[in-house]
C-alpha cells in the first residue's frame, strides 16, 4: 500500500509530505485547489508520462518520493531486477528543466519503462474515463477476463499468443503471394544477369591488360619503327658511320692496351667490357623481338569484341570486373534465397493450419470459461449494483461469434455488456444507454468485484462519483468504506457524504505565501473534518445547521 509521499516544486505544490493509512481515506476541496495535482504527482511514480509544465514555475527541478508496502507481485518483479529490499519499497523520480528525466528503485537508477510495469501491482487509479472505457465494447472482454483470476489468465495468454503468432506467419505468406509475380519477374531477371556474367567467364583485371595488349596490336608500325632505330644504332652502319658496337669494340681495344701499360685501369676495363657485353645482349634481344613482331589483325579484333562485352557488362553491373563479379555473385546468392521461397511458402502453410487448429482448441476452451465466469460476473454485478441504488438493474454478458473462425486476439466471440436499468425494458448495449452516474456505479461494481481477484493494494477514486447524489451517494460511500476493509482506497470527492464515510479525510487548499500560488494537504481532526463538511455543504462557520447537518452525518457513517 501507499506509505507516504514527498512531493517538491510540482505544479503548484512547493514542498508536500503525506502520510497514508489503510481503509477508506477521502481528499476532499475547492474545485481547482490541486487535488487532480496528487494524483498526477503520484502517477509519475507509476510510470506516466512526464512533462516540463510539471515543474513549477522557477524551479530548475521537481521531485516525486513514495514509499510503498510490498505485495508478492511486485517483491517477484524487484527481485528479478535485483533491486528488492527487506524493508519498505522506495520510488523516486527528477524531472529537469533541461529534459532529463531520473527514476531510482530503491535508491537504484531505473528506467520510466520499470515504473510503469511496477505501477500496476502498486495503486490503480480509477477516475472519469475509466468510467467512460465501459462504452468500448473492445474492452469488456478484459475486465471479464480480470474477474476469472490466475488460472483463467494462464488460458487467456496461451490463446492470444496462439493468435498473434497465427497472424505474424498469416502476414508472413500473405506477403509471399502477393508478391509471387514480382518474384517470378526477378527471378528470371536474376536467372539472365547471373547467366550473362558466367558465360563472360571474366577474371581479375582481364580488362587492363586486354587495354595493353590493344595499344601494343593498334601500334605495331610505331613500336618495329622505333626498335629498327635503335637496332641500326647499336649494330649497323648508316650515314657512312660505324654502328655503335664497332665504335664500342675499337675502344675496348684502346682501353686493354693503356691497361698493360697501367694495371690500375684493370677494374675500368672490367666494368667497360660488361657493358659492351650487355648492349650486345640487348641488341640480340631486339632482334629477335623484332623477327616476331607479325601484325595480327585477328587477335586485335578478338581483343576489341572482348573489350567490347566487358564495357557492356560495365554498363549493367559495375565499373570494374571486380564490381561486375562481386554483382553476380550477389545475384546468384538472392536466386537461390527467391528459389527457396516456394519451400519457405508450404512451410509457412503447414504451420499457419497447426496454429490454426491449436488456436480453435484453445479458444472454444476460453469461450467456455468466459461463459461460465459469466453468469457469476451478472449475478455479483446485479448485487452491487443493488448495493448502489440500481436495485431493478439487469446486467448480462452478451457473446456474439465472430464471422470468420480464423485466429483472431480476443476468442471466438465478441463479447459486450448488456444492461437494463429500469424495470421492464429491454437489454441494451451498456454503451448506448447508461449515463455518466451509472456508468460510473457500474465501474465502482466492477472494481469492488475484481478487488480479490487483482490484488493491487491500493485503489484511488478519482471523482468517480460525479453524476451521483442523494441516497446513491449514500449507498456509494458505503461501498468504498466497505473496500476499505479488504485495500487501501482513496477517493477524491466533491461529495460531503462520501467523505464523511472516510477513516482518514485530507483536504486539500489553494492558499497565496509571499506571492505566490501554493498547494497544501492537511489530515484533518474532528474538528477540522466538520468544519470541511459543512464547506462542502455549502455551509459556513456561522451556519449552524450546515455544522450541525455536518456533524450528523459523521455521526451516521461511523
Known amino acids: 500500500m501507499l506509505k507516504e509521499l514527498q512531493i517538491k516544486n510540482f505544479a503548484l505544490i512547493d514542498t508536500l509530505e503525506l ?60 527481485q528479478h531486477w535485483g533491486m528488492l529490499e527487506e524493508e519498505d519499497l522506495i520510488i523516486a523520480r527528477e524531472i529537469n528543466i533541461n529534459g532529463r528525466n531520473k527514476c531510482w528503485i530503491n535508491g537504484r537508477l531505473a528506467t520510466v519503462g520499470q515504473l510503469a510495469e511496477l505501477g500496476p501491482f502498486l495503486v490503480d487509479i480509477v477516475g472519469q474515463h475509466d468510467s467512460q472505457s465501459l462504452l468500448n465494447p473492445q474492452d469488456h472482454h478484459l475486465l471479464l477476463d480480470a474477474f476469472g483470476g490466475t488460472e483463467h489468465m494462464v488460458l487467456v495468454n496461451e490463446t492470444t499468443k496462439t493468435a498473434q503468432r497465427w497472424l505474424s506467419v498469416k502476414a508472413e505468406l500473405d506477403k509471399l503471394n502477393s508478391n509471387e509475380r514480382e518474384r517470378n519477374r526477378r527471378i528470371d531477371l536474376l536467372t539472365f544477369q547471373v547467366d550473362e556474367i558466367s558465360k563472360a567467364g571474366l577474371k581479375l583485371n ?127 546468392q538472392e536466386l537461390q534465397e527467391l528459389g527457396n521461397a516456394g519451400v519457405q511458402m508450404d512451410s509457412l502453410i503447414r504451420e499457419c493450419t497447426e496454429l490454426e487448429q491449436k488456436w480453435q482448441i484453445q479458444a472454444k476452451e476460453l469461450s467456455e470459461s468466459r461463459k461460465i465466469l459469466s453468469l457469476d460476473l451478472e449475478n455479483q454485478i446485479e448485487t452491487q449494483l443493488s448495493e448502489l441504488s440500481m436495485g431493478n438493474t439487469k446486467f448480462k454478458v452478451n457473446f456474439t461469434p465472430r464471422s470468420s473462425a480464423t485466429p483472431v486476439l480476443g476468442g471466438l466471440e465478441e463479447i459486450e455488456f448488456m444492461m437494463a436499468p429500469n424495470l421492464g425494458e429491454d437489454l441494451k448495449p451498456l454503451a448506448k444507454i447508461a449515463s455518466g452516474g451509472e456508468l460510473s456505479r457500474v465501474m465502482l461494481a466492477i472494481k469492488a468485484i475484481l478487488v480479490e481477484a487483482e490484488q493491487t493494494p491500493t485503489i484511488i477514486f478519482d471523482e468517480i462519483d460525479a453524476g451521483i447524489g442523494g441516497r446513491t451517494a449514500v449507498n456509494l460511500g458505503k461501498k468504498l468504506h466497505s473496500l476499505g476493509k479488504f485495500r487501501q482506497v482513496l477517493c477524491v470527492t466533491h461529495l460531503p457524504v462520501i467523505a464523511g464515510y472516510g477513516e482518514n479525510h485530507y483536504s486539500v487548499q489553494k492558499s497565496i505565501i509571499h506571492g505566490r500560488t501554493t498547494v497544501s494537504v492537511d489530515l484533518l481532526d474532528q474538528d477540522s473534518r466538520i468544519q470541511e463538511l459543512t464547506r462542502m455543504l455549502g455551509g459556513t462557520d456561522q451556519d449552524d445547521v450546515s455544522l450541525k447537518h455536518a456533524e450528523e452525518l459523521l455521526r451516521k457513517t461511523k
Open 19 to 78: 502520510s497514508f493509512y489503510t481503509g477508506f481515506s477521502v481528499l476532499s476541496g475547492e474545485t481547482g485547489a490541486g487535488k487532480s495535482i496528487i494524483i498526477d504527482a503520484l502517477s509519475l511514480l507509476l510510470g506516466a508520462r512526464a512533462s516540463l509544465e510539471m515543474i513549477r514555475t522557477g524551479a530548475k527541478t521537481t521531485e516525486v518520493i513514495g514509499s510503498f508496502s510490498l505485495n508478492q507481485d511486485a517483491e517477484e518483479l524487484l
Open 206 to 332: 582481364e580488362d587492363e591488360e586486354l587495354e595493353l595488349e590493344r595499344s601494343r596490336l593498334a601500334n605495331l608500325d610505331r613500336i618495329r619503327e622505333s626498335l629498327h632505330f635503335v637496332v641500326s644504332m647499336l649494330g649497323e652502319n648508316y650515314e657512312e658511320r660505324q654502328s655503335l658496337m664497332h665504335s664500342l669494340a675499337l675502344s675496348e681495344a684502346e682501353l686493354q692496351r693503356a691497361t698493360t701499360l697501367d694495371p690500375s685501369l684493370e677494374h675500368l676495363n672490367e666494368r667497360f667490357s660488361e657493358v659492351i657485353l650487355n648492349l650486345d645482349d640487348l641488341l640480340q634481344e631486339f632482334r629477335s623481338y623484332l623477327e616476331q613482331l607479325l601484325a595480327d589483325p585477328d587477335l586485335l579484333h578478338q581483343i576489341e569484341l572482348r573489350l567490347e562485352l566487358i564495357d557492356n557488362l560495365r554498363r549493367k553491373y559495375g565499373n570494374t570486373v571486380l564490381e561486375i563479379l562481386e554483382y553476380g555473385q550477389a545475384a546468384e
